[in-house]
């Protein structure tokens, strides 16, 4: 994650000062700030929907035949799903508690917002316009797929985190 934040050095009192108060109002007092996060996905856990181990509430897991990464996942086939079979009856699987191959979408996002202030009557009072963006550059984060080996909608993701959002404020400091 990369927080930052950068105060345009145009303005009264700054490196480059504008020739008029008219030109500073437009030019001066521009602030850019956000929050850029990049995580990748964190491994799959992967189990069996049905548990013939007969164990009491033990947990099974499939068998693992073959790597189930897949070149171009999409929604709808997040991996192989015939990578796994049920295992043979009173036996646990072989798969692993989570497939370290075998990943969540990661997550590639930017938080941005630009704020404008305009000075008033005296030093302490002005005027912030704000526009803020969340997911800036529209890129889908998707959810974890189901991994229940046995449900119809096992390897298939259904929800992602929500889409651009941009919100514009006013605010008045005195």
């Not at 996905?41 to 164990?55: E, I, Q, Y």
């Amino acid at each position: 994650m990369l927080s930052y934040i950068y105060e345009l050095p145009v303005g009264r009192g700054k490196k480059f000062q504008p020739v008029s108060r008219a030109v500073e109002a437009i030019i001066g007092g521009w602030q850019v700030a956000g929050i850029s996060t990049f995580k990748s996905g964190f491994p799959l856990a992967v189990g069996a929907a049905n548990n013939n181990t007969n164990s009491f509430g033990g947990y099974q897991r499939p068998n693992v035949l073959r790597n189930p990464t897949l070149e171009q996942p999409t929604v709808t086939r997040w991996f192989d799903t015939t990578a796994f079979v049920q295992p043979a009856p009173f036996t646990f699987g072989n798969a692993a508690r989570t497939l370290p191959y075998l990943r969540a979408h990661g997550t590639n996002n930017f938080d941005f917002n630009v704020q404008k202030y305009w000075g008033l009557w005296r030093e302490q009072t002005r005027v912030q316009l704000r526009s803020e963006f969340f997911n800036l550059f529209n890129r889908p984060s998707f959810y974890t797929p189901r991994g229940l080996f046995g449900d119809p909608s096992f390897g298939q993701v259904f929800q992602a985190l929500p889409a651009r959002s941009i919100q514009f404020g006013l605010k008045l400091y005195w």
